[in-house]
């Protein structure tokens, strides 16, 4: 059964949004969300569109997933594009996410690159055995906070004021 949930009900964004902030996740999952309202989502929106445009595998929807792009040569390999490195683990473990949730579905995906387009930089994610475990817990926690009535604690970090909910949580 929960099985079942994690696959149809969790997204990448969920997950970036579980190792960033639980509050926001919560809010997020129940339908509260400002990204609409933020002008730092619609630039690094624009950035994802306008950067590898040449893609043909370009926004990828698998599930309740969303890839930004995939490369087939010799193997699979997951591409994100995100603005900033400010966040980093959050791409990380979102990158990761759609590595399992792709190797969930029985297709051989081992790696994932992230792009920072706007600093000219990527990353290569390497993954292993260990990561699903830590994604397996993720999941669980997910499943807690998203069935919780309690909004969790405001986390109060530097990078809360570029954050879309900063007026929900501070104002």
């Given at each position: 059964?929960?099985?079942d949930?994690?696959e149809?009900?969790i ?10 902030c ?8 129940k ?15 624009v ?47 979102q990158?990761?996410y ?6 969930k579905?029985g297709?051989n995906?081992?790696?994932g ?11 290569e ?9 830590i994604?397996?817990k ?19 970090k530097?990078?809360?004021k ?10």
């Amino acid at each position: 059964m929960l099985d079942d949930i994690i696959e149809t009900h969790i997204t990448g964004t969920q997950i970036a949004y579980y190792i960033v902030c639980k509050r926001k996740l919560w809010l997020f999952t129940k339908g509260i969300s400002f990204e609409n309202l933020s002008d730092l989502v619609e630039i690094g929106k624009v950035i994802s569109e306008a950067s590898f445009s040449e893609e043909k595998l370009k926004e990828i929807d698998i599930g309740n997933i969303k890839i930004d792009f995939l490369k087939l040569k010799d193997e699979i390999v997951v591409h994100e594009t995100k603005k900033s490195r400010k966040l980093e683990e959050a791409h990380i473990w979102q990158v990761k996410y759609y590595i399992y949730c792709l190797r969930k579905k029985g297709i051989n995906c081992k790696k994932g690159i992230l792009h920072y387009p706007k600093l000219m930089k990527t990353l290569e994610i390497q993954y292993s055995s260990e990561d699903e475990d830590i994604i397996n817990k993720f999941l669980k926690e997910i499943v807690e906070i998203k069935r919780s009535e309690r909004v969790p604690e405001v986390i109060n970090k530097p990078y809360c004021k570029k954050c879309a909910y900063y007026e929900f949580c501070f104002v």
